[in-house]
């Protein structure tokens, strides 16, 4: 299935034709046109291309807030966008205004199959989305606030609704092994890809179960084996494990640079952000949601709060208000049992706080109940105090 793709060039001719040739190089796109920055809107219009390739140069600015426009009509097309150097300001607001992938001019010939074909497993896995199962990643920006027991205890009672298995994306620290009390024998870093039937059934002979409704993918067991899996590899791991289980999970870790955690949120269906109501975590929770909403839809992140305790009720309010976000489910503390589960290797017992809470988490994400915890309070803080810059 070829992509087809579209170039907006006001740069010279010399530069035209290098993209065009570019494009031309590569099996999977198909060229349907090349217009200037003006005549965009209109043949993106007419013709359809499902991929845009803008080139910023000679005026990025310019380019950018095209990107911005473009992105705003056409939400379903990719968007490529390339200038001569990767300068660090174009990059990010690149990317925040919805872009697919950047591409320098001094890197782009290499760099380009694999943007092409982190696309190409973006489009299949949309298109096949309603057949296929459904992929949910965990995240916090923040360490420590339980990402990875909400990971396997979710998984846990997700297999109630289907298949479940998590892949562990956490590739130097991963715990998911380890808080299920498994050994694996092959891990993320043992797949090789030139392998000529890379199917579902050469990824399961990788996962270890836990039980006949939970396998898992491990973290790779040494550190030195992490720079061998790129992100367009995760994708096709993804894409396959989708096809073959009802829920996928994706224990993710915090450094957003990583482009294999970009190509999981990517991919993934559902991003489940998590947080606690604590100055810092909101701080950062609230940094990322702002990013990720100019790429992702309201329905695909959802806000989760981890250990909520009772606290004062303007203390609450003012947590929410500083989030601006829709809470989707809060998960009380229970350090009795998140440590007993952690440290057995067993999912928490349904009747627990945490198994309670999972288990409703798990109804909502496998059954499809969509209840929201909405923010209507708005009175001002007494106890808690965020500082001015933090509120909008
Ligand atoms: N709801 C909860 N109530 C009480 N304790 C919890 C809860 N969730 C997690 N914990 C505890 O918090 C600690 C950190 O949990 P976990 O390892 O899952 O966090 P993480 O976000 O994955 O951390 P890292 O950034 O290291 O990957 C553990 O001791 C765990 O038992
Ligand atoms: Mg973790």
């Known amino acids: 299935m070829k992509l087809t793709t579209l170039l907006v060039c006001d740069a010279g001719l010399d530069k035209r034709q290098t993209i065009e040739d570019l494009i031309h190089s590569q099996p999977s796109l198909a060229l349907v046109s090349t217009v200037s920055g003006s005549m965009a809107r209109e043949q993106i219009g007419s013709l359809h291309p499902k991929l845009v390739w803008i080139e910023l140069s000679p005026a990025p600015v310019r380019g950018l807030s ?3 426009e473009l992105r705003e009509t056409f939400p379903d097309v990719y ?3 390339s200038y001569e150097v990767p300068d660090p300001e174009l990059i990010r607001t690149a990317y925040r ?6 591409l320098d001019a001094e890197r782009w010939r290499t760099d380009l199959p694999a943007a092409v074909q982190s696309i190409q497993l973006k489009h299949q896995s949309e298109s096949i989305s309603t057949a296929a199962g459904k992929v949910i990643a965990t995240f916090s920006p923040t360490g420590g606030i339980g990402v990875t027991t909400i990971c396997t205890n979710l998984a846990g009672y997700l297999g109630k609704y289907g298949e479940t298995c998590i892949v562990d994306l956490d590739l130097q620290f991963g715990m998911i092994s380890q808080y299920l009390n498994l ?5 993320l870093s043992t797949i090789d890809f030139s392998h000529t039937n890379f199917d579902a059934t ?3 002979n990788l996962m270890t179960r836990y039980d006949e409704k939970l396998s898992i993918l491990a973290a790779p067991l040494d550190l030195e084996d992490i720079g061998d899996i790129y992100a367009a590899q995760v994708q096709e791991i993804l894409y396959t494990a989708k096809q073959e289980f009802r829920f996928t999970l994706v224990d ?4 957003l640079l990583d482009e294999r955690a970009i190509a999981t949120l990517d991919l993934a269906d559902e991003v489940l952000v998590i947080t606690e109501y604590n100055w810092a975590a909101i701080v950062n929770a609230r940094k990322c949601l702002d990013t990720f909403k100019a790429h992702y839809n309201q329905e695909k992140l959802l ?4 250990r909520s305790e009772w606290q004062p009720q303007d203390v609450l309010s003012e947590c929410r208000a500083s989030l601006n976000y829709p809470i989707f489910h809060e ?3 229970d350090v009795k049992t998140a440590k007993w589960a952690n440290n057995q290797g067993q999912i928490a017992p349904p009747k627990s706080d945490l198994g309670k809470s999972l288990n409703s988490l798990a109804r909502r994400l496998g059954g499809g109940e969509q209840l929201m915890i909405t923010q209507k309070d708005t009175e001002t803080s007494q106890g808690f105090k965020l500082p001015a810059f933090f509120k909008r």
């Open 183 to 187: 050994e694996p024998s092959f891990s």
């Open 97 to 102: 205004l919805g872009a697919s992938d950047f």
């Open 331 to 333: 998960i009380p503390n």
């Open 66 to 68: 095209l990107l911005a």
């Open 303 to 306: 806000l989760v709060i981890n």
């Open 202 to 204: 050469y990824l399961r």
């Open 252 to 255: 993710l870790p915090k450094n």
């Open 79 to 81: 968007f490529f966008v």
